[in-house]
């Protein structure tokens, strides 16, 4: 397409031909895509790691978000190119499986794409590009399994999990309060671990957010946070050794399924309605409190009427309460929820040992606590901070710190950040090349080289000099056979991770080379790309 002017200097545009449009193929359609998977990877390189920078995202209706975590920035970036689509799942599924390392993995499949059109241009075959980085990505997923470390904690001594969760934390924009973030958060892990099993559902942590107040007033809370209020002012605001009823019936009277019209003429027939309605709210409420209920929370609203009535009758009532909510109310309370009154017994309810309301700042705003639940497998992170950006962006940052706990108490074993892990296969890599006498020790060095990506990026974010700061770092792994050499990137003064007590979970770094890997290989097996219009 181009524009023209005629001799009057009106605009026109030519068009080409439908049939004269030539689509990528071969080569050079292999260029295109790694050219694509390259761009995402250097938008987030400079993301990675504790000096890392922060991305602002504008959405199309305005919505402004400032995040450094890998997958929120892909998932927010307006994509069009097919290929940077495949970089979006990519971070996707990391964020899914693992929770952490959404950054690392998409810059490890940039590297591993970079190197891979170095060797194409040197006449390689893909698909021998392909099986070399299989078996390298093999030599490196064992060598991590040699030099990973298993360390032992405890309900009582949850030190190393807390130091992992801060590494993590290290590089998000809270990394000011990271003791504190890491400590909440391993604490509400192990709050709702089975550790026998070696499980923790998610689910029961509830993470809620609140504009005010500063990031250290972050708090976690045993038991349930709901943002509601007694539904009558003049209830009271405090309840000891509460007894939940958890209703999912309406206080209103009951309404006929057909069309129903009620034609009232004279004063006696609006009483007697008006005392029917009465009498339906009084032998709801009179239920509630015969089962020895102390405290309602209802699904749904309630008539004027039924709210005066339960005040007067001495029954606080929270009403509009979402159905998440009032399952974890019911899993934390132990109680049942109850779909009609008439089901309602002293068995179905829950116990929690106090509800309180409580008032923030200057704001009229108030949020309902049930705390001391007779079943504390239930927890919420209450999140404070001085606005809406900064309460979501530590909401992402106490996500990633809930895997990682979560990963460690699946599986024990960690490696050390920083780069080392990465610098450590890529020289036991490299040294496996010379074992394979075919055309796949190219691939197989070149993906040494692309392991050297994630420290050098690393050091190049934190100001140093990425060459001379890894080859330094390389060499003493080398001469002191020591895997655990990595970047300084807070400049401690020593590059021995173990002292810095920087640490990564061992599933998560073997999964990001698996999926860099996996998605590099379906890359570069794309040799020609049709768009709709040639179908």
């Not at 068009?15 to 359609?29: D, F, S, V």
């Not at 929370?297 to 709210?307: K, L, S, V």
């Not at 309180?356 to 404070?384: P, Q």
């Not at 710190?401 to 990963?407: D, I, K, Q, S, Y």
Request: aromatic residues 6%; charged residues 25%.
């Amino acid at each position: 397409m181009a524009l023209a002017f005629d001799e009057f200097g009106r605009p026109f545009i030519i068009i080409k031909e439908q049939e004269q449009k030539t689509r990528l193929r071969g080569l050079e359609a292999q260029k295109a895509n790694i050219s694509a998977g390259k761009a995402i990877a250097r938008i987030l390189k400079t993301s990675l790691g504790p000096k890392g920078m922060d991305k602002m995202l504008q959405s199309p209706d305005g919505d402004v978000t400032i995040t450094n975590d890998g997958a929120t920035i892909l998932e927010q970036m307006d994509v069009d190119n097919q290929i940077a689509k495949l970089m979006v799942e990519l971070s996707r599924s990391q964020d899914y499986e693992i929770g952490d390392g959404t950054t690392g993995v998409v810059v490890m499949a940039g590297a591993l794409l970079e190197q891979a059109e170095l060797l194409l241009e040197r006449g390689i075959h893909p698909i021998r590009i392909a099986e070399g980085y299989e078996m390298a990505s093999r030599i490196a997923f064992e060598h991590m399994e040699k030099i990973a470390q298993k360390f032992d904690y405890g309900v009582s001594n949850f030190e190393p999990l807390v130091q992992t969760c801060m590494t993590t934390l290290s590089s998000k924009i809270v990394n000011r309060c990271k003791r504190n973030l890491a400590e909440i958060a391993v604490k509400a892990v192990l709050a709702v671990a089975d550790l026998e099993r070696k499980d923790v559902n998610l689910d029961l942590i509830k993470v809620e957010g609140k504009v005010g107040g500063k990031l250290e007033d972050t708090e976690l809370i045993y038991g349930i946070l709901v943002d509601k209020d007694m539904s009558h002012p003049q209830m009271p605001k405090q309840i000891e050794d509460a007894k939940i009823a958890i209703l999912t019936c309406p206080f209103e009277p009951p309404k006929p399924k057909t069309k129903h019209k009620v034609d009232i003429d004279t004063v006696e027939k609006f009483q007697t309605l008006r005392q029917q309605e009465h009498k339906y709210f009084d032998d709801m409420v009179q239920q509630c409190k015969d089962v020895g209920a102390t405290l309602v929370i209802c699904q749904w609203g309630f008539d004027d009427e039924a709210n005066h009535l339960l005040m007067h009758r001495n029954l606080p009532a929270v009403r509009w309460v979402g159905g998440v909510e009032l399952e974890l109310i019911a899993i934390a309370t132990g109680g049942r929820i109850v779909p009609r009154f008439q089901e309602l017994t002293p068995e179905k309810l829950g116990k929690a040992g106090l509800v309180r309301e409580k008032a923030f700042g200057t704001t009229k705003d108030r949020m309902l606590y049930i705390e001391h639940c007779a079943n504390s497998r239930a927890v919420t992170i209450f999140i404070r901070g001085g606005n809406k950006m900064m309460i979501e962006e530590t909401k992402r940052s106490i996500h990633d710190a809930l895997c990682v706990a979560r990963n460690l108490i699946r599986n024990n074993r960690i490696v050390y950040g920083g780069g080392s892990a990465e610098i450590a296969c890529s020289i036991a890599v490299e040294a496996a090349a010379d074992r394979y006498p075919g055309v796949e020790q190219y691939a197989i060095r070149a993906f040494a080289d692309a392991l050297d990506a994630v420290p050098m990026a690393l050091a190049e974010n934190s100001g140093l000099q990425p060459i001379e700061t890894l080859s330094a770092v390389k060499s003493q792994q080398i001469k002191e056979n020591n895997p655990y050499c990595g970047i300084d990137c807070n400049d401690v003064g020593t590059n021995d991770m173990r002292e810095q007590n920087v640490f990564e979970t061992l599933i998560g770094k073997q999964q990001q080379l698996l999926l860099a890997t996996q998605v590099v290989k379906m890359i570069l097996k794309i040799d020609d790309v049709i768009s709709p219009s040639e179908y």
